[in-house]
Nanobody, 126 residues
Framework: QVQLVESGGGLVQVGGSLRLSCAAS????????MGWFRQGPGKEREFVAA????????YYADSVKGRFTISRDNAKNTVYLQMNSLKPEDTAVYYC???????????????????WGQGIQVTVSS
């Protein structure tokens, strides 16, 4: 069983930056593909970014491409989401997710990920 705990969220002004962390326990993330999703007010949970276990390709939603960066530190069993140039529409609860081994073409599908964190609030104020 894998437990995921997000940290680093909070309130930030438009144009600011935040770095989210997701610490995993119960299993090394070297065999896990990791993703970030978010759910804004009144919206469905949507894909943000993913980094496969072998880091062959990194995936981003079009809405965050060029502003967000996902990375992983297997030694620390932690994945990160660096968020720059934040916009009000980035306001959401952000969830870390993990899937065993590869993601294939399903990197953006919620049901590909077996493990989820509890989520952390990010609020971008204008």
């Amino acid at each position: 069983q894998v437990q995921l705990v997000e940290s680093g969220g909070g309130l930030v002004q438009v144009g600011g930056s935040l770095r989210l962390s997701c610490a995993a326990s119960g299993r090394g993330i070297n065999t896990l593909s990791m993703g970030w999703f978010r759910q804004g007010p009144g919206k469905e949970r949507e894909f943000v970014a993913a980094i496969p276990w072998n880091v062959d390709t990194i995936y981003y939603a079009d809405s965050v491409k060029g502003r967000f960066t996902i990375s992983r530190d297997n030694a620390k069993n932690t994945v990160y989401l660096q968020m720059n140039s934040l916009k009000p529409e980035d306001t959401a609860v952000y969830y870390c997710a993990a899937a065993s081994y590869g993601l294939g073409a399903f990197y953006s599908r919620r049901n590909r990920y077996a493990y989820w964190g509890q989520g952390i609030q990010v609020t971008v104020s204008s």
